[in-house]
């Protein structure tokens, strides 16, 4: 029955959907990738590595080692400088429902208790192509940032895909929210590509109310085969019963609190009941 559910879901999407989720296997394309990165390394280091960093006292060596521990460092917090540029552009960029992308689209003012203007209820409101937000790129750029990512993958990473949402406060049920496509709020792990590592940053004051991120520690190390094999999904009480409710971490902090995770560990989103929260997520792939 689970392997017959995982070859239709291999079926519907592609060999790294199929393979990215086995620890050997990103193991293996990792030291794939730093050898043959070994052979083309350039005279010169590429991109923007000589930019100053917004990060002046991380420790790159400690970020990863606790990436590697734990699935997550918490604490890579932005300057609040920045975190104001990104929300002034938040604030006044048109959005789009992330089940309607599509759709027309509607400003934050615009949304009250988690009803557009015109009606529509709205659990997450995105920003398209976030990068044009200057303050964003830096982020995207930061050599800091940089460097933790490739050090936890051994590799630089080929694609970098960046959200930027406000999710929205609203006494809509978690079953609403499902079924508006804001699935993020039930336990899942990330089958991002070979190898990946995401950077999250609240870009509002952000606590259990207002959409925190909620994760299992040490969920990306081992997993039993059902769970690999099965849906990424898993309900709250079988990853409790694998892995231990002590685990579980809820991520709550002022606006600027930033974290690098391996999001194969399990994690989800919160339903924001008293307030709404923005966040900046930059997805480094492959
Ligand atoms: O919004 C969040 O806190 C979680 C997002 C998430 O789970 C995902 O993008 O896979």
Known sequence: MVLAAFVSKVRKHDLAYLLGRFRMVRAVYSSGRSVIGFFQRPAEPRGKWHLPTLFPHASVPDIVQS??????FVGLNLPSHI???IKTFALAEPLHAIYDPKGPTFH???VLNGIASDGRPMPVGGVSDPARCPAVQKV????????????????????IITILAWN??????????RRL???VIDYHYDVAGYNFVYASFYITATDRYSGAHVMMKRSHKWKPLRMLLGSARASQEA???QFGRENEITIEGPAGTG???DTSCYHRASSPTRGDRLMLAIRFIN
Do not use: C, W
């Open 67 to 72: 990436i590697r521990d734990e699935a997550v």
């Open 168 to 177: 929205f406060a609203s006494p809509m049920t978690d079953e609403e929210r």
């Open 181 to 183: 496509k804001h699935g």
């Open 83 to 85: 975190v104001d540029e």
């Open 239 to 241: 990853v409790y019963e």
């Open 108 to 110: 934050y003012s615009e």
């Open 140 to 159: 995207i750029d930061d050599p800091i940032l940089r460097s933790i990512v490739r050090k936890y993958l051994g590799h630089e990473p080929r694609n």
């Open 259 to 261: 974290f690098v995770q």
